[in-house]
């Protein structure tokens, strides 16, 4: 650097500092400005060593009044001062060094310096932030409960900060159940008359039911469905509004029950999902299901068709996503369904091969997907390539006389024309793999197969979609005298890797993993 520049930039550093110093209300302003993370950690460590190093009782009002702003800026600012988990402990001591500071100079005999809730909640915010995961959220009660003293009452940031500190500590087992016992103190706290600022609120529970629904332990729904009964006795029999359940809570509970193994979770959903219904046309504009409801109701079907192969699943899957396009046709924009909804149910459509005519009943939610998308003009529900892909994988599928088995091939050709057409639903290495299934289970003229085979495996080459699948499915739709003229008799392994450029890194890693080996089973 030019030595004219670093004397700028050293004479620009030392007014900055002497501006602080000065006139500590300029600190907030300061940390928000647009200097250098390394800066600004920085004056702020140099602040704050300054302040802390003092003897006791010999603060100035200016160092006084600057400590409250100091540990808002040290908490509140760490993407600023570019503080990671690594050397969040640094800030969170910080923090806590100048709330200790000012206790000890109020108990020097210094009466014009006062904690104050707020400090204590800089303090707790600085280690739930800190990534010490359980240690931190032992801090943080321990600051809540210094909090509870005769001249400082934690309010409901003060117990949510802790909460959410509980809920953030990955390595402790048990860390839903300590969340839920601040939650349960901040309740008791409240009803007991010790401290009106603890109300509880719904934004306190969501971060506990949300604990309890990633935990994975086996009682983990069984205890977010308690807590929302507890909510829902607080909000009816204590009268305490503000603790009422919302379409949030509701939804975090299903997706709890989606997330476990338990095999009546489908039910226990369904149940839920019922209610919130009920609760809706009762009146309850609090509880009723969004799309976000729809969608996990959905997806718990999806065991009972992929496992259990039920035939009712897709069914009833349709009937649901029915019920949300007509919600959202009658004005309700809390049910906009969205491309993923959609291709839930086409899947489940095209996993139900005892139905039949199972692949109508696959395009017709792709037709419906494609109205929604163009005539009501949702662009969440703009089809993808998945979409495509699993209507053509329901008919390359089907069973039956040589009429249908004609009938399903056309409505895979139809499928996969429609699919070339779009920029946003150009068939993958996977599109191509199921439509040569289909050439070669539905076509049962051989000249036939080996022209229609010939002319997709060249599209497929130009487009380099030649996936592992691709290429086994070739392999059983040609003849062998057409089947060696396009490939040489090469292994997949030998053939150009022009033909393979855009495969998916998925399809990739499955060749490097299976490379050497033999492969020549057909995916199911």
């Known amino acids: 650097m030019p030595k004219r520049s670093r004397s700028v930039m050293l004479t620009t550093t030392v007014v900055s500092a002497a501006l602080i110093i000065a006139a500590p209300p300029c600190v907030n302003a300061y940390i928000t400005s647009g200097l250098p993370a390394h800066t600004h950690r920085a004056f702020l460590r140099k602040l704050t060593d300054d302040i802390c190093s003092q003897s006791v009782g010999s603060l100035s009002p200016e160092e006084m009044s600057t400590c409250p702003m100091l540990m808002s800026a040290w908490a509140s600012a760490p993407e600023k001062l570019n503080l990671s988990s690594d050397n969040g402990r640094e800030r969170a001591l910080a923090v ?13 005999g210094n009466t014009k310096v006062v904690a104050v809730t707020e400090d204590y909640n800089a303090v707790m915010k600085a280690w739930s932030m800190s990534g010490e995961g359980s240690k931190a959220a032992v801090r943080a009660e321990q600051d809540l409960y210094a909090a509870g003293d005769k001249n400082v009452q934690p309010n409901l940031e003060s117990f949510q900060i802790v909460i959410e500190a509980w809920t953030r500590a990955s390595d402790e ?24 600022l603890a109300k509880p609120e719904t934004q306190c529970f969501i971060p506990v039911l949300k604990a309890w ?23 009816f029999q204590e009268e305490i509004e503000s603790a009422r359940p919302n379409t949030l809570c509701f939804n975090i509970v ?33 509880i009723r299901p969004d799309a976000g409801s729809y969608n996990i ?6 065991t009972a068709v992929k496992k259990y192969y039920d035939m009712g699943g897709a069914r009833r899957a349709d009937k649901i996503l029915a019920r949300l396009e007509n919600g959202y046709l009658n004005g309700d924009e809390m049910l906009r369904p969205d491309s993923i909804i959609y291709n839930q149910v086409i899947d489940y459509w095209a996993k139900t091969q005892s139905v039949r005519g199972h692949f109508m009943n696959a395009r017709d939610v792709l037709d419906r997907q494609i109205k929604m998308f163009r005539e009501e003009k949702v ?25 249908e088995k004609r009938h399903a091939f056309d409505m895979a050709h139809l499928t996969f024309m429609e699919s070339c057409a779009e920029k946003y639903t150009q068939p993958n290495d996977v599109t191509y793999g199921v439509m040569f299934k289909a050439v ?21 080459c130009d487009d380099g979609c030649l996936g592992e699948m691709a290429f086994m499915r070739v392999k059983a739709a040609l003849s062998k005298d057409v089947y060696q003229e396009l ?12 033909w393979k450029r855009n495969v998916t890194k998925r399809q990739k890693k499955s060749d490097v993993r299976k490379n050497g080996k033999n492969s020549n089973q057909l995916r199911p």
Not at 176 to 194: D, H, V
Not at 380 to 403: L, M, N, Q
Not at 487 to 498: F, N, R
Request: proline letters at 3%; hydrophobic letters at 30%.
């Open 440 to 460: 070669g289970r539905l076509l049962n003229n051989n000249d036939e197969q080996d022209k229609y085979a010939r002319t997709l495996f060249k599209l497929c």
């Open 213 to 235: 629904a990633s935990s994975r332990k086996l009682e983990g729904p069984i205890m977010a469905e308690h807590l929302i009964m507890w909510m829902q006795q607080l909000q």
């Open 379 to 403: 662009r969440k529900c703009r089809p993808d390539v998945t979409g495509y892909t699993s209507v053509i994988a329901a008919c390359a599928s089907t069973y039956g006389t040589v009429k």
């Open 173 to 196: 087992p048990n860390a839903p159940a300590r969340a839920q016992q601040i939650l349960e103190w901040m309740s008791n706290t409240y009803k007991s008359g010790a401290n009106d």
């Open 297 to 302: 109701v959905i997806s718990s079907i999806s």
């Open 254 to 286: 299903m997706s709890s029950w989606l997330k476990s193994a338990d095999i009546t979770s489908e039910k226990r959903i369904r149940q839920i999902f019922e209610y919130m219904e009920s609760s809706s046309k009762k009146g309850n504009v609090d």
């Open 487 to 498: 490939t040489g008799g090469k292994s997949y392994e030998e053939l150009p890797e022009e």
């Open 96 to 108: 806590e060094g100048l709330l200790k500071r000012m206790i000890d100079e109020r108990r020097a």
